[in-house]
């Protein structure tokens, strides 16, 4: 049928799943809209505390965002600023001992989630509250951090730094249309119901093709961004700035 114009530009502002319901054909998009009013959040809270003074277009800001974190599932603002948090550990010294408690959080959250959820392979055991088990393994993941960011950890991921940063660039693109991409080649693809080498051959074909399509998605839109950036600079005098009167 017709999409309806109005759903698609409550997903495109993260206002689904608040006004109207995630785009079916784009599931992850539910993950997006904490996103983006995270960043409202976070970017009205940093502004004031740099100015040392409240604005109120940046409270009304804040305000929206947290109105919108309430109305949804409220933990995921904690999840995203325990993220901010974790930028204040980077300069601790046991950051060995925070990897390793950041490990064992990590892998009891995965473990219990897993345990908990729904599955057609075996029953689940609900051992822990599912919002228990995404608290474990974010706690885990801010606890891994400081330890990832020294000179050493980034010495030893240095053969591998160009790939990760390849892959880093195009990932916004990879996360927002490998949903649709995927879904369409179930035209052409339908799934398969067992293991073969016919069917491992159609999943890799699959995952080729929706990484291609994400990569060309990433040429044409996000890595014009930059350039995009600079216009907007020149037409708003950004430039010069520092230029002297």
Sequence with gaps: ???????????????????????????????LAYEIWFYVFAGAAAYMLSKRRIDVAALLALLCALS???????????????????????????????????????????????????SRSFANIAMFPMWASETLVSVGVCLALPL??????SDLLKPISVSVLSLSRISYSLYLVHYPLNYALDLWLPRATEL???????????????????LLFYLCFESKTATIRRFLARRSGVEHSNAPC
């Design 68 to 118: 919108i974190h309430s109305y949804s599932t409220s933990w995921y603002l904690v999840f995203c600023c325990r993220g901010v948090a974790t930028a204040f550990t980077l300069s601790w010294r046991n950051r060995i001992k925070l990897t390793i408690a950041g490990f064992a959080c990590l892998l009891a959250g995965c473990a219990t989630y897993e345990a908990s959820a729904a």
């Design 196 to 214: 073969s080498l016919a069917s491992s051959g159609a999943f890799c074909l699959r995952g080729s093709l929706v990484f291609g399509g994400s």
């Design 1 to 31: 049928g017709k999409p309806d114009w109005l759903q698609v530009g409550l997903n495109i502002v993260g206002l689904n799943d608040i006004f109207g319901v995630t785009l079916p054909l784009n599931a992850p998009l539910w993950s």
């Design 148 to 153: 990832l960011c020294t000179q050493k950890a």
